[in-house]
């Protein structure tokens, strides 16, 4: 089955620096990677999802893009500000298969 | 997301018990799903239903049980409690295949499950 790595575990910023995330995934038949964020005491909630058949989406402050030969796709937030201070969690997808997640990665910003 | 509501939010329980978690969800999705968040190990799939009286199991189904009975209802059972089940639940809906861009998942607010 699909297996979903993600890094770095924690990721500690200054306010309006930029910060990536990155993850790989196994198996080459996916073709579906969301990114959730999660603050703290609240529910994971979609915030850009990117599907194989393109390799970058950008919205506002925040972008995605996707390697598929080399397996990886990474989540790329500019400017960063306080209120992006989460857990963000990484997925992959094939339209048979259930969604896999990665472990998450602890980002906070710092005024 | 109030659309898909998760009861209770928050149980402590006992070895050996055995407790039910409910998830309903108005927003006449067909797939339904429960996950459990452990810290360091993100969001692990338990089971999934894609419809009525459908069930899949998922990463880690053992020890749990699911009932789909309904399109709007998708309930976990732990027949009986162990400590390792002590967890952050959540149920999540989504549409069916054939459309890619709803393959967007929403979830619950979450169970906060303590096995004492």
């Known amino acids: 089955g699909e297996n979903v790595e993600q890094h770095p575990s924690t990721l500690s910023v200054q306010e309006g620096d930029s910060a990536v995330i990155k993850c790989t995934y196994s198996d080459s038949a996916s073709n579906y990677f969301p990114w959730y964020k999660q603050e703290l005491g609240k529910r994971p909630q979609l915030i850009i999802d990117i599907r194989s058949n393109v390799g970058e989406k950008k919205d506002q402050r925040i972008a995605v893009t996707l390697n598929k030969t080399a397996k990886h796709f990474s989540l790329h937030i500019t400017e960063t500000q306080p209120e992006d201070s989460a857990v963000y969690f990484c997925?992959?997808?094939?339209?048979?298969?259930?969604?896999?997640f990665g472990a998450g990665t602890r980002l906070t910003v710092k005024p | 997301d109030a659309d898909v509501t998760q009861t209770p939010r928050n149980r402590i329980t006992k070895t050996g018990k055995r407790i039910m978690l409910e998830c309903s969800q108005t927003k006449g999705h067909d797939r339904m799903y429960w996950y459990r968040q452990d810290p360091g190990l993100g969001l692990r799939l338990i089971y999934y239903?894609?419809?009525?009286?459908?069930?899949n199991k998922g990463e880690i189904s053992d020890g749990y049980s699911v009932s789909r009975q309904a399109q709007a209802k998708f309930s976990l059972s732990l027949e009986s409690a162990i400590p390792n089940q002590t967890a952050l639940y959540f149920c999540a809906t989504s549409v069916p295949q054939g459309d890619l861009a709803k393959n967007i998942q929403y979830f619950g607010a979450g169970t906060r499950l303590s096995v004492l």
């Open positions: 997925a992959a997808k094939e339209d048979n298969n259930d969604m896999r």
């Open positions: 239903s894609f419809d009525v009286k459908d069930i």
